[in-house]
């Protein structure tokens, strides 16, 4: 089977982690889980971007140095991402003496390869966004079109690295691999991007010092942007591990919100081709979570508290919303209500109770010993399909339709029941054992399909069930099992109002 390494972007720590940054480390999550169900070996990266004037100026207002302040929020997000039982298998920090190591070596290289040279900048600089604009790029000629806060005039001596050398190499790159950014939308937005014309770009600073330093000059230090990139390698030990290099590049998977497309789609890939290694293999690009049309963000007083919610109804509460309610791409509008609701139906009336029904029938009817499975599939449960629908949805980037898949088993199994009535079939017969076990074992691969976006939820469901380990992803009617046992319910249903008070 093969290898699937998947990062997220490195999330600032000038502040707290909030919805949107939840959401970009919840779908990586999903589908990291998603490949390892499939049997893949899976590397998944998420971690912190630590330097920079931001960072330094919000440590600044905190009265701490800046090791202290990134120490701080790095181990918040670290603790965040847990308590939203976030499966990374390594975290990244650019502060990390092996992120200074890797960036010296790439970014030294590209020098010594005659990309990088020495010039001047002057430009309009937005500090939130760690970013020049381009006048026309601008709200009014001054203005920041993310932030909507007036840009600086920035004027410095640096080293540019010549993007202008990778038009062609960039169109030709894209033209062999089509699918190397989706949606597709975001690749033709590249495109006419680099059609556009490259200018060559600044990558160091020398009017900050909280990064990582040039290594053939240090009076610098890189701009935080080309550093942050380079976290990508540095978890796979570029410069010091050529194996590992090899092993795990080829399948990279870079999942990124649409306001860093650029970074990732322009300059990223160049500065690859630039060191000599492939341009990263695939670009997932999300849309925004929005809240009444405004990007959900820290700055913007329109929040909902991730970590409220996952602490109030548990994370699988946010984690099933978040990746069931839209496709990877488009931007979409959030609200509390909808989430409850989604919750009640899906998870508490959906799986949970589901779970529960067969685990009370097999009780009442079977002894409480798991029946095994009829060797096929009963038709109306339509379960072939199921499995198809969730591998179709998660290799198009539509993890919504991957789980609406799970969802309609989940419906059909207690369809089922209502069909096959077990209630009314002599207790311990062969007939109920056959419709018992096939209820279990449907709702054994329901929860597999539903693990990726709700991993705790279908946990509990496979152990309310009796069964004693996960199994395959496929009908298999002879799980070992145990005797069940009577269980809480998995999801207890969730009352708006009083939800809403107690995250007020
Ligand atoms: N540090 C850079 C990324 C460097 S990657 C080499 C950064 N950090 S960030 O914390 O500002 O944002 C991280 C990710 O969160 C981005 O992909 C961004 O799109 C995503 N989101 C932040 N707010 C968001 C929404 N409201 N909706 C969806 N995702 C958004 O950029």
Redesign the pocket.
């Known amino acids: 089977m093969g290898r699937f390494y998947i990062t ?5 720590v000038n502040g707290d982690p ?4 939840a ?2 480390v919840i779908l990586a999550d999903a589908i990291a889980r998603w490949h390892r169900l499939l049997g893949e070996e899976v590397l998944f990266v998420t971690g912190t ?1 630590e330097h920079g004037l931001k960072i330094a100026q919000s440590a600044a207002r905190h009265g701490v140095t800046p090791q202290e302040w990134v120490d701080r929020t790095a181990t918040e997000f670290q603790r965040a991402w847990d308590s939203l039982d976030v499966s990374y298998d390594d975290f990244v920090r650019t502060t990390q003496p092996r992120h200074h190591e890797t960036v010296q070596a790439f970014l030294g290289g590209i020098y010594e390869r005659g990309d990088i040279y020495l010039g001047t900048y002057e430009g309009l600089y937005c500090v939130r966004c760690e970013a020049y604009y381009q006048p026309d790029e601008l709200e009014d000629g001054t203005r920041c079109p993310v932030h909507h806060v007036a840009c600086e005039h920035m004027h410095e001596e640096n080293y540019f690295f010549r993007l202008s050398r990778y038009q062609e190499p960039l169109l030709a790159y894209y033209a062999g691999h089509p699918d190397a950014i989706v949606p597709e939308t975001r690749r033709n937005e590249v495109l006419r991007f680099i059609e556009g014309g490259l200018s060559d770009i600044s990558i160091t600073r020398t009017s900050i010092d909280w990064g990582v330093r040039v290594p053939w000059d240090p009076r610098h230090v890189f701009y935080v ?1 080309y550093d ?2 380079i ?2 390698l540095t978890v796979l030990d570029y410069g010091r591990d050529p194996e590992r290099m090899a092993a795990w590049w080829p399948s990279v998977h870079h999942l ?5 497309l650029r ?2 789609a322009v300059w990223w890939p160049a500065m690859c081709m630039a060191a000599g290694i492939d341009p990263p293999r695939r670009l997932i690009v ?5 809240n009444e049309g405004e ?3 820290k700055s913007l007083a329109n929040q909902i508290d991730p970590l409220a919610v996952a602490r109030t109804l548990g994370p699988d509460a946010l984690r099933h919303y978040l990746v069931r309610s839209s496709a990877i791409g488009p931007d979409w509008d959030v609200s509390l209500e909808a989430l409850v609701m989604l919750y009640n139906a899906e998870l508490a009336n959906g799986l949970g109770n589901l779970v529960a029904r067969i685990v009370a029938l097999i009780l009442q009817r079977a002894e409480a010993t798991a029946p095994s499975a009829p060797p096929e599939p009963p038709a109306p449960l339509e379960l072939v399909q199921a499995l198809e629908e969730a591998r179709v949805g998660w290799e198009r980037w539509r993890p919504n339709d991957a789980i609406d898949a799970a969802i309609g088993l989940v419906h059909r199994l207690n369809a089922y029941l209502e069909a096959t009535e077990p209630w009314r079939l002599p207790r311990s017969s062969p007939e109920v054992r056959a419709v018992l076990g096939a209820a279990r074992e449907g709702a054994r691969i329901a929860a597999l399909l539903l693990s990726p976006a709700v991993p705790r939820g279908a946990e509990r469901a496979l152990q309310a069930l009796g069964f004693a380990n996960a199994g395959p992803l496929a009908w298999t009617p002879d799980q070992p099992s145990t005797r069940l046992e009577r269980s809480d319910p998995i999801y207890p249903r969730a009352d708006f109002e009083l939800l809403r008070e107690g995250l007020a």
């Open positions: 997220t972007p490195i999330f600032y909030h919805l949107g940054t959401y970009a971007d942007w942050a990139l976290n990508y990124l919100g649409k306001d860093i970074f990732h999300t849309g925004w979570l929005l990007k959900m963000s």
